[in-house]
């Protein structure tokens, strides 16, 4: 953003100069005007001279003549040039256009270029977030699965250890009861000896 605007501005600056030349072309030509009104007004009195001298009318038209030819020149090349320079500010203010025209093409195909990778940048967030959520998934379901599996291996160390419980009460009831046998079996043994 900061390099277009950066450009924008070194355009804008382009554009400023070149006004600043057409500017000044412009004041060189009111010059010239200004210059050629003062030449006219020099042929006028040299025009009044010439009539005072009558005597040297002839010679004096031949150079009035001559300098009038300099001046229709000098018209027309004044006139040329102040054509040229039309010319040559209808040929700006076109390329102005044209610039313009550019500068906004490329705007827009920028603006375009920036929402295509906007859309890329949020479809690949989005690809990831679903890639995310499935790997949540997945991953809670893994648990799950393995609460699950710890449970029910729990669940079989309990009923083992009851097992084992029930078996050790069972062993020791019986020998409980052996051992009580056998004590009233000496006892009956020790009562009929004595």
């Known amino acids: 953003m900061n390099i277009e605007r950066k450009e924008i501005n ?3 600056e382009q554009l400023r100069k070149q006004e600043e030349k057409v500017s000044i072309k412009f004041e060189e030509l009111k010059l010239k005007e200004k ?4 030449k006219e007004s020099d042929l006028k009195s040299k025009e009044d001279q010439i009539k005072i001298k ?10 009035q003549e001559l300098k009038r030819i300099e001046i229709r020149k000098y018209e027309k090349n004044i006139y040329l040039k102040q054509e040229e320079q039309k010319r040559k500010d209808v040929d700006l203010q076109v390329r102005e256009e044209e ?5 906004l093409r490329d705007t827009r195909r920028k603006k375009r270029e920036q929402k295509q990778m906007q859309e890329e940048i949020n479809n690949q967030k989005m690809l990831e977030q679903q890639k995310l959520r499935e790997w ?4 809670d379901k893994q648990q799950k699965i393995k609460e699950e599996h710890e449970r029910k291996k729990e669940e079989k160390l309990k009923q083992i250890e009851l097992q084992q419980r029930k078996l050790r009460e069972e062993d020791y009831q019986n020998l409980n ?18």
Do not use: A, R, V
């Open 99 to 103: 610039q313009k025209l550019k500068e």
């Open 35 to 38: 210059e050629l009104d003062l």
């Open 10 to 12: 070194k355009k804008i």
């Open 54 to 63: 009558e005597i040297s009318i002839k010679e004096k038209e031949h150079n």
């Open 177 to 194: 009861d052996e051992f009580s046998n056998k004590l009233k079996e000496l006892d009956i043994k020790i009562t009929t000896k004595n």
């Open 136 to 139: 949540e998934e997945d991953f």
